[in-house]
């Protein structure tokens, strides 16, 4: 019996530890020069919908079921998605703030493979007579996922579908 108890102190005791050391939160972003004035890259990214001509996910899963609230490139406009793609999964993302030639910043709801929100964003500068673009993205983790990411690096995750979306955003703009 004395021994099972030392065993249950011992595994609450490195789950206390690991919650202590664990990562509180995450921040990814990823850049790209592109040959194209900022306001129409600008005017471009501001609508959720031009999402599906270079983004990741959706050239993972192109019949995934989409739903739409609001008017695309507006605050308040929410685009939901649905998948059976476990790298896609179901969520929703909402813009949140609009700054002309700037930023366009968004809310992220992921309902599946997992529960969790990230804000996210894609700024725009001029640089070199064109944009650059860094889309990124950035959030908490909570009890008990904040474990999980000591054995997952969310840059490497996710870092290389930013580089890609990034990758094929450039040639859609610039063609």
Avoid: C
């Amino acid at each position: 019996m004395n021994t099972l108890l030392y065993i249950v102190i011992a595994i609450v005791l490195l789950i206390v530890i690991l919650a202590i050391i664990a990562p509180k939160n995450y921040a990814v972003s990823r850049d790209i020069r592109i040959d194209k004035p900022i306001s129409e890259v600008y005017n471009y990214l501001k609508f959720i919908n031009n999402q599906d001509h270079w983004s990741p996910w959706q050239e993972r899963d192109p019949d995934m079921k989409k739903t739409f609230t609001g008017t695309d490139g507006e605050v308040g406009f929410i685009s939901a998605w649905e998948s059976d793609h476990k790298q896609v999964g179901s969520g929703e993302q909402e813009i949140v703030g609009l700054k002309e030639n700037e930023e366009i910043a968004t809310h992220l709801r992921f309902l599946k493979p997992f529960k969790s929100e990230s804000d996210a964003y894609i700024r725009v500068e001029e640089a070199n007579r064109g944009t650059k673009v860094t889309w990124g993205f950035s959030g908490n983790n909570k009890f008990p996922v904040s474990i999980m990411m000591l054995f997952m690096n969310m840059d490497k995750a996710v870092g290389g579908d930013f580089e890609q979306g990034l990758s094929k955003l450039k040639k859609v703009l610039e063609n």
